[in-house]
């Protein structure tokens, strides 16, 4: 089993950065696949990023590819989400989660452990 503990969230004007980062307790992080996941008001949690289990891999939704960059270091148990030129549309709580599977996971449904999440607000 394993806990997860984001954080990293804020405020920030358009255009701007923020790193989230998810920090794993338990053992084996390496063994999971991690994700980021974000819930804007009103709508349904979507996939936003996903690396496997070495990091050799990644995968982004569309409207992220080019701004974000997921990474990870096994030897520190901790997930980051680089989110550069943010837009309001980026408003969302943040989650990681974390899958036992060993494959591209876009489906939340597939993650078998998630964080309480971090408010990213990005004003206009």
């Known amino acids: 089993q394993v806990q997860l503990e984001e954080s990293g969230g804020g405020l920030v004007q358009a255009g701007g950065s923020l790193r989230l980062s998810c920090a794993a307790s338990g053992r084996a992080f390496s063994r999971y696949t991690m994700g980021w996941f974000r819930q804007a008001p009103g709508k349904e949690r979507e996939f936003v990023a996903t690396?496997?289990?070495?990091?050799?891999?990644?995968y982004y939704t569309d409207s992220v590819k080019g701004r974000f960059t997921i990474s990870r270091d096994n030897a520190k148990n901790t997930v980051y989400l680089q989110m550069n030129s943010l837009k309001p549309e980026d408003t969302a709580v943040y989650y990681c989660?974390?899958?036992?599977?060993?494959?591209?996971?876009?489906?939340?449904?597939?993650?078998?452990?998630w964080g309480q999440g971090t408010q990213v607000t990005v004003s206009s």
């Open positions: 690396i496997t289990r070495s990091g050799g891999i990644t």
């Open positions: 989660a974390a899958a036992t599977r060993d494959l591209i996971a876009q489906v939340a449904g597939l993650y078998d452990y």
